[in-house]
T-cell receptor, first 114, second 115 residues
């Protein structure tokens, strides 16, 4: 079946540091890939997505590139801010699955200190 | 648009009690899902629906019932609450049109404590 593996957290950084959160996946078909973010006390919201190989999703300074050859979708940001502190979830939705309900990773907590 | 709404925001139950978590969306989305979020476990799918009158089980369905009589509403019923059901519950919806490329929209969550 489909699965998503994310690096375990928490990831603790100082403000303006470079961020990478690793995500790899296993899928039956040819999936779409997503990053969702959950701010404290809130539900998840879409951060970015990519729907085919070599696509780059980007939003709010975050980027991730769909790498089919390495089955990866790593999240990066060049300079994090305190306001980026949140839990980040990598997810996939597989066209072979039928229901199109996403499969989520376990989430990675990011803590940014001033 | 209100998006996805959930009630209540917080609930305390005693073991054995039953309750219904409400979820509604005003985006005319065909798909709706219920997840639970536990520390270290990420999001786990409980039940989902691909349209009114159609529901299916997810990864952890035991102890929960759902029904979908309208496009807008997707309530989750706890039949006999157990301490293991202490969790944060999220409802989500998405359009069917774009299939596997569609984004999910989440509600703000319901925090449930079972004593």
């Amino acid at each position: 079946g489909d699965s998503v593996t994310q690096m375990e957290g928490p990831v603790t950084l100082s403000e303006e540091a470079f961020l990478t959160i690793n995500c790899t996946y296993t899928a039956t078909g040819y999936p779409s890939l997503f990053w969702y973010v959950q701010y404290p006390g809130e539900g998840l919201q879409l951060l970015l997505k990519a729907t085919k190989a070599d696509d780059k999703g980007s939003n709010k300074g975050f980027e991730a590139t769909y790498r089919k050859e390495t089955t990866s979708f790593h999240l990066e940001k060049g300079s994090v801010q305190v306001s980026d502190s949140a839990v980040y979830f990598c997810a996939l939705s597989d066209q072979a699955g039928g229901s199109y309900i996403p499969t989520f990773g376990r989430g990675t907590s990011l803590i940014v200190h001033p | 648009n209100a998006g996805v709404t959930q009630t209540p925001k917080f609930q305390v139950l005693k073991t054995g009690q039953s309750m219904t978590l409400q979820c509604a969306q005003d985006m005319n989305h065909e798909y709706m899902s219920w997840y639970r979020q536990d520390p270290g476990m990420g999001l786990r799918l409980i039940h989902y629906s691909v349209g009114a009158g159609i529901t299916d089980q997810g990864e952890v369905p035991n102890g929960y019932n759902v029904s979908r009589s309208t496009t807008e509403d997707f309530p989750l019923r706890l039949l006999s609450a157990a301490p293991s059901q202490t969790s944060v519950y999220f409802c989500a919806s998405q359009r069917a049109a774009g299939g596997y490329q569609e984004t999910q929209y989440f509600g703000p969550g319901t925090r449930l404590l079972v004593l």
